[in-house]
């Protein structure tokens, strides 16, 4: 069977339907739980007391602002290939939500920052790398509404998409290319000395997992949405025209 058939739009509304609660759900229990662990049931750090709580919320927030950007690379890279109008859809309802996510880890550094390095913002390379993100971010919900025609507002925010690739990257591992910086490195990592103390790292992973749901139930239903806007659209155009 072909995962291609999903990506007819009468096909995609079909699966999404009754699998969208279901994620709804899941990512409010996930959120619940990971955060109340975190934030009411973690001991304050021996070094940053409470303010170390902030990575329950920051971690997964920074997390989703690139991955939501590698998302729409990958749906866009469809759209260019098979010209599916649902990748490029999918595309679209991604950017407010990854935007918000990574305003989310902006204000979040902040506030972690300003007791830990002394001020609110420093031009750090992720934090600089992390910014110009968010102006893509900026820059493609810009583009889509500034064109009309649906087509050519997919093709040219694919290719945005695809020039912003390069600070999603960069904002994920400027840590390894700039040593000298003040961020930290990784809060998770394969190497058990380097990520976070095993009490936090529990709570961590259920909150991740929670902003991985919730982003994903965010996107089906902006997606589903975009779909019916395509339809009414289509419809208005065929009365317009008889």
């Not at 902030?54 to 590698?70: E, K, R, T, Y």
């Not at 469809?78 to 109008?85: E, I, L, T």
């Not at 031009?123 to 110009?132: A, E, N």
Request: glycine letters at 6%; hydrophobic letters at 60%; aromatic letters at 12%.
């Amino acid at each position: 069977m072909s995962l291609w058939r999903y990506s007819n739009p009468a096909e995609f509304m079909r699966i999404t339907g009754p699998v969208l609660p279901v994620v709804w759900a899941a990512a409010a229990l996930c959120l619940v739980a990971g955060l109340g662990w975190g934030l009411l049931l973690t001991p304050d750090d021996y070094q940053q007391g409470a303010t170390v709580k902030i990575l329950f919320i920051h971690v997964p927030a920074a997390l989703m602002a690139i991955n939501a950007w590698l998302m729409m690379l990958v749906a866009s890279l469809v759209w260019f290939v098979r010209r599916h109008h649902v990748s490029a859809l999918a595309a679209r309802a991604a950017a407010p939500v990854g935007a918000t996510m990574t305003v989310i880890a902006l204000a979040t550094g902040a506030i972690w920052g300003q007791p830990m390095w002394g001020t609110w913002w420093a031009w750090d390379p992720r934090l600089t790398s992390f910014f110009i993100l968010f102006l893509f971010y900026v820059g493609y919900i810009a583009l889509w509404s500034a064109i009309d025609d649906p087509d050519s507002a997919a093709d040219l925010t694919a290719v945005l998409c695809l020039v912003g690739s390069v600070f999603a990257l960069l904002s994920r591992y400027a840590v390894l290319f700039w040593s000298q910086g003040l961020h930290q490195g990784a809060s998770l990592s394969l190497d058990r000395a380097s990520h976070v103390d095993t009490v936090f790292y529990r709570p961590l992973l259920l909150s991740i997992a929670g902003f991985i749901l919730l982003f994903l139930a965010l996107v089906l239903t902006r997606t589903r949405t975009e779909i019916r806007l395509r339809r009414i659209r289509a419809l208005l155009a065929l009365e317009a025209r008889a």
